[in-house]
């Protein structure tokens, strides 16, 4: 099965962690299963080949990722304000591949329920396992957002006492581009928040890539990596044990509970959109 | 499309695959199964995914009594795969359409038996009653083939091979000693050959037994591998995955059924538990009974044309019947009395599938449980519920004499969280529960149920001390407010453009129905909340004790079997 999808084909996509690739000097990855070499230049600059056809294909460098397009990119790649500013670290909190449809990547993302159940103790607690009504909607630039989305969240430190009400806010900017911001716990008008790039690799399977956004007081680096390392870990195996792999639009396919208000806007979103790859469409 | 293949029984699983709390993954014909065994003995086949998000059952849990999926903690029961709890919904109960696929299932001569499609029970195997079963031998091949290779079986020169109507193979030797093997299709090319010996053998004979016939099959497997790889492979299958009943498509609302007594079940028990309370165990015929939720009650239909309501008290996973406590009401119009002196065991009773008022929330730290006299029946069945997920409660049981205990070996599950308060007064009963509900706080929540001025009580106590009206659960049996129906009112119907006149002497209720509009209902006395509806405008006089204050207040919804208009006209969300 190839991509058909335009929407996704002249659109960019990050196929490698720049820092990664310096490392190793070229990969070779997939993108709508076409195989593609990254490497980088004696000018220093990365290039991308589509294999199958020795061809060169456009590049582009930001965020700390390497990005392309098989198509013709009729829109920039997606324009994020926060990671510019000077107090921010910017980290890339790694590549993972998972043998599953990146569309139910971008479900799991926008996902509270599972807090509780998956990442306990970290993100959630049992018996704290509420999803309390929050809000959805569709902006005039056609992304989802979702807010005053509160959860119970334990805290190890001994002083908290029985937990806190975290808040956060999701946003999915294209199909395969997802974030999430999460109140700073030192300034409370400020957010921290993650981006996912996640790389179509095939229509059941996908590279996340994630970018990482931390006001820089009282977060070191590693341990951001390694919390996100840790969060990812957890997710994978219930990632790649949902059947199917691939994210079904048809709504009788799944059944849905009001905790899964932004997974239904946007499973219709994709409908809408027609975005096929990686999901079984309606009937 | 229905196969011959979809309606075989097949073994997919050997019994020693289900260890105590275990999950299994099996697979026949390219569909995936979770197998597990509840502590009740019962083996559970059912479709290995979530009705949620699709996750494989296989990875959850199984507690004994129910599977949790890993994913976001859905539970599903023993035997029906209904669901009972959702987590990130606490409070509100699981629409009870939302039951996974289950297979037909059997246990028998040491294997796990399944078929999508199988009718009736499994044939007798003549001569492998007492059997041993061999190891199991994966095989890279059509199912076909494999029975094809399984002719040239054959320990010793003495064996002889037959295959037998239902696709197995026989092979005997002239000593008696006999194998027969099943081919278990997982997929179009890919079995699994499990056999039977036909003598229960022990300890070193075992082994050697074991060891022989695997040595022998992992040849013939090589063969008949080799075989398969010299031909085309075929497809492999595409099972269907059922969709999900269409009320689900949409987010959920509260479940709407009717007054229906649509299940036939038989007593299978009837026995005293207390003094003036019977307890009966009612079976379900035929089929499944359908799964209840604590705090869930049924309604019965008695001989004598009356319809009463009962709470469950079974305890998790206990779902191959219901059991309800019954107290005989001598001053009753006759429902109780009826169970009591005319209902024996045997007896067939009408009652309608379990419906649940009072949802209970599991995401508490702490949980209270208080019961007068009979009201124990849900609080019963709850506790267990918290009980076996380890979650914290104490349970308050108000009587008045030790000979009214009721549902004594159930109580005794609960160990040190058990307090049985006897013989109080009005007057200490208040005091009790003053200490009792000394502590509100986060996530902690009380659950009434007893007789109206105990009720009413305890609510004042706790709102007294500052618990909020969402951590005060209760359920009223009886609506003890004298009604008032002497006005009359239009009702505007908003979703039917209907506006019909309720006059005086009748009820919301009587009206839309003698206009055709089917409106669920049970007690038909504001206190089950079943004919609950929504309120666009117009103010109402509640006379229900189904609705919190809270609620009455915000003047958003009605009982519409006893309450009514305030002003002249209501409009209904209808
Ligand atoms: S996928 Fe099973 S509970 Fe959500
Ligand atoms: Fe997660």
Redesign the pocket.
């Known amino acids: 099965m190839s991509c058909h999808d335009r929407i996704l084909l002249d659109d960019w996509h990050a196929v490698a962690d720049l820092e990664q690739l310096k490392s190793g000097a070229h990969l070779k990855t997939e993108l709508f299963e076409r195989v593609l070499k990254v490497s980088i230049q004696p000018n220093g600059m990365p290039a991308v080949t589509l294999c199958a056809e020795g061809r060169d294909l456009p590049v582009q460098v930001k965020y700390g990722f390497v990005w392309t397009s098989l198509g013709t990119p009729d829109r920039g790649i997606i324009d994020i304000p926060e990671a510019l500013e000077a107090d921010r670290y910017l980290v890339s909190g790694g590549s993972f591949p998972v043998k599953v449809s990146g569309l139910r990547v971008v479900e ?2 926008l ?1 509270m329920g ?2 509780p159940f ?2 306990t103790g970290w ?1 959630g607690e049992e018996p704290h396992t509420e999803v309390a009504p929050y809000q959805v909607e569709l902006t005039s630039d056609d992304e989802i957002i979702a807010t005053e989305c509160f959860f119970h969240q334990p805290v190890a430190s001994p002083t908290a006492d029985g937990g806190i009400e975290v808040e956060y806010k999701y946003r999915v900017y294209r199909p395969y581009i997802v974030a999430l911001y999460k109140t700073n716990p030192l300034y409370p008008d400020r957010m921290d928040y993650i981006v996912l790039f996640i790389q179509p690799v095939g229509p059941e399977s996908c590279v996340v890539h994630n970018m990482l956004c931390y006001i820089k007081e009282g977060m070191s680096e590693p341990d951001i990596r390694w919390f996100m390392q840790l ?2 870990a ?2 994978k195996p ?1 990632l790649e044990n949902q059947i199917p792999r691939r994210l079904p639009l048809d709504p009788r396919a799944e059944t849905p509970i009001r905790a899964d208000k932004v997974a239904i806007l946007y499973r219709r979103w994709l409908r809408d959109h027609d975005v096929n790859y990686g999901a079984i469409p309606a009937a | 499309m229905t196969t011959d293949l979809q309606s075989n029984w097949y073994p997919i699983a050997s019994s020693s695959d289900l260890p105590k709390r275990h999950v299994y993954q099996a697979q026949l014909l390219g569909r995936e199964f979770a197998v597990w065994r509840a502590d009740d003995g019962y083996v559970n086949v059912w479709e290995n995914r979530c009705l949620h998000r699709g996750v494989r059952l296989s990875i959850g849990i199984n507690n004994g009594t129910e599977l949790r999926c890993q994913y976001h903690g859905w539970r599903y029961a023993n035997r029906t795969a209904g669901c009972t709890y959702i987590p990130a919904h606490p409070a509100d109960a699981p629409a009870r359409t939302i039951c996974n696929n289950t297979y037909p299932a059997q246990e028998a001569y040491g294997l796990v038996w399944a078929g999508e499609l199988a009718v009736g029970e499994l044939p007798a195997i003549d001569g492998f009653e007492s059997a041993t079963v061999l190891r199991p031998v994966p095989i890279m091949a059509p199912q076909k083939m494999v029975n094809q290779a399984l002719l040239g079986y054959a320990w010793d020169d003495t064996c002889e091979s037959a295959e037998n109507s239902d696709g197995s193979v026989t092979i005997t030797a002239t000593d008696g000693s006999a194998v027969r093997v099943f081919v278990q299709p997982v997929d179009s090319n890919h079995s699994v050959a499990r056999a039977l010996y036909n003598r229960k053998v022990a300890g070193e004979e075992r082994i050697a037994l074991l060891k022989r016939h695997s040595w022998l099959m992992q040849e013939l497997r090589d063969r008949t591998e080799t075989q398969a790889a010299r031909q085309e492979t075929p497809a492999p299958y595409e099972p269907v995955i059922a969709k999900v009943s269409e009320d689900l498509v949409d987010i959920p609302a509260i479940s709407v059924d009717g007054r229906k007594a649509d299940l036939r079940v038989q007593v299978a028990r009837k026995e005293m538990t207390a003094d003036g309370i019977a307890s009966l165990r009612l079976e379900a015929i035929k089929d499944q009974l359908p799964t209840f939720q604590p705090g869930a009650h049924i309604d019965v239909h008695l001989p004598n044309g009356l319809v009463r309501q009962y709470s469950v008290t079974n305890g998790p996973g206990e779902t191959d019947h219901y059991t309800i406590g019954v107290k005989r009401e001598p001053d009753s119009r006759g429902g109780s009395v009826a169970i009591h002196d005319t209902v024996g065991e045997g007896d067939v009773l009408a009652i309608s599938a379990p419906r649940n008022n009072f949802p209970l929330r599991r995401d508490a730290v702490h949980t209270i449980f208080i019961a007068g006299g009979i009201g124990v029946t849900p609080l019963i069945a709850m506790a267990r519920a918290l009980n076996a997920q380890g979650l914290e409660f104490e349970f308050h049981y108000f009587v008045q004499s030790d000979d009214h205990v009721a549902f004594k070996r159930e109580l005794s599950e609960f160990e040190g969280a058990l307090n049985i308060h006897k013989g109080q007064s009005p007057k200490e009963t208040g005091e009790t529960l003053t200490e009792v509900l000394a502590n509100p706080g986060y996530a902690r929540h009380v659950y009434i149920c007893g007789p109206g001025p105990m009720l009413e009580a305890t609510r004042q106590i706790a709102a007294d001390k500052g618990w909020a009206d969402e951590a005060v659960h209760f359920e009223y049996f009886k609506n003890t407010t004298e009604l008032d129906d002497s006005n009359s009112f239009e009702i505007d119907l908003a979703r039917s453009a209907m506006t019909l006149t309720v006059p005086a002497g009748k009820s919301i209720l009587d009206v839309l129905r003698e206009n055709g509009i089917n409106m669920s209902s049970s007690c038909e006395q504001g206190a089950c909340g079943t004919c609950r509806c929504g309120v666009i405008e117009g103010d109402v006089i509640h006379q229900d004790v189904y609705l919190s204050d809270g609620e009455k207040a915000e003047g958003r919804s009605i009982m519409t079997c006893v309450s009514r208009a305030a002003s002249n006209r209501l409009i209904l969300d209808i």
Do not use: G, K, Y
């Open positions: 799991n993302f996902d599972h807090f998956v990442h993100l969060i990812f957890q997710d219930i």
